[in-house]
């Protein structure tokens, strides 16, 4: 789950997935994805993403910017880590 809400002021919102080097040299993929860009919020307003399924490898990120006079958003975000012992 993806959760974000904006406390103060106008702002736009941007939410980033990047992929580490290893990552995208192994799987031959693009270095970042946006899930969600340039997304204008005022105060109180919320995005939430549930059911999705993101899977990150070691040295992958989610960056979330937020622009604007006073930009006041928190986000709560859930993961789930398994562990997958070799041979």
């Known amino acids: 789950?993806?959760?974000l809400v904006n406390a103060g002021g106008t702002v736009t919102v941007?939410?980033?997935f990047n992929r580490s080097a290893a990552t995208?040299?192994?799987l031959g993929?693009?270095?970042s994805v946006h899930i969600l860009g340039g997304?204008?919020?005022s105060t109180g307003d919320f995005i939430q993403f549930l059911g999705a399924v993101m899977v990150l490898e070691p040295g992958?990120?989610?960056a979330v910017t937020a622009d604007g006079t006073t930009p006041t958003v928190d986000v709560?975000?859930?993961v789930e880590?398994?562990?997958i012992i070799p041979g």
């Open 76 to 78: 709560i975000a859930t």
């Open 14 to 16: 941007d939410v980033e």
């Open 24 to 26: 995208q040299a192994a």
């Open 1 to 3: 789950m993806l959760h």
């Open 29 to 31: 993929v693009d270095a």
């Open 39 to 41: 997304k204008n919020m």
């Open 81 to 83: 880590e398994f562990f």
């Open 60 to 62: 992958d990120t989610v």
